[in-house]
């Protein structure tokens, strides 16, 4: 059975493309991995991956449809995906204002645990709540498939998987580099303290992006 799919190595080229763009998941990646280590990092990129699928699945079945022409929806999920974005934003801002320990060992320095759900459940809402993904997997996949094709919904779906998995080996990719250049900056509680601030200042920025994105 042919899913009618075309031009898929211009497909893998733009997922990668989309991938290394600047963006909310590639901030929150990079942001939790130099701040906790390799393992939180893998949480945030596994829940965004799994915000993936979500819109995958939207896509397929025609929910990311309604956003498309439904300004209030699309208004509401902005909305709320915004107000998470500046609800994260101001948790690293306060956590970069706390005043630094004076003591001299080592594990005062040291970065407060984050639970992985906890950082898997941050990725995965701010992937899902973000209108811009659902509106792209809506205009992106139907490029790549044949307008006569029999099984539109499987090759949606076929589409979707491959998104997902090229993003979460791109997300991956990303943790292990940014893992090593976490190391020069390892015991260092200001250091720790400018990452949050930046990290929460990039988050605010984001947030107003959204906030001022309508629909095409």
């Not at 991995?33 to 025609?62: D, E, K, M, P, Y």
Request: proline share 4%.
């Amino acid at each position: 059975m042919t899913l009618g799919l075309h031009d898929l190595p211009l497909f893998a080229l733009t997922v990668l493309v989309l991938n290394a763009t600047p963006g909310v998941d590639l901030v929150f990646t990079i942001s939790r991995t130099l701040q906790h280590g390799v393992r939180t990092g893998l949480a945030g990129a596994a829940g965004i991956s799994a915000g993936c699928v979500v819109h995958a699945l939207a896509a397929a079945f025609g929910l990311a449809a309604l956003l498309a022409v439904s300004t209030t929806a699309f208004t509401v999920l902005k909305g709320l995906g915004a107000a998470y974005l500046v609800w994260l934003a101001v948790g690293m801002l306060r956590s970069a204002l706390k005043p630094t320990a004076t003591t001299t060992e080592s594990v005062s320095t040291a970065p407060v645990p984050v639970p992985h759900w906890r950082v898997f459940r941050q990725g995965l809402l701010t992937n899902v709540l973000n209108p811009k993904v659902a509106l792209f997997f809506l205009a992106f996949l139907p490029q790549f498939i044949d307008a006569d094709a029999l099984h539109k919904t499987l090759a949606f779906l076929a589409l979707g998987g491959w998104f997902v998995l090229q993003s979460a080996l791109f997300l991956i990719a990303l943790v292990l580099l940014t893992a090593r250049l976490r190391h020069l900056g390892r015991g260092s509680a200001t250091t720790g303290r400018w990452l949050n601030g930046l990290g929460g200042v990039l988050f605010l920025g984001l947030a107003a992006r959204l906030a001022r994105t309508d629909l095409p």
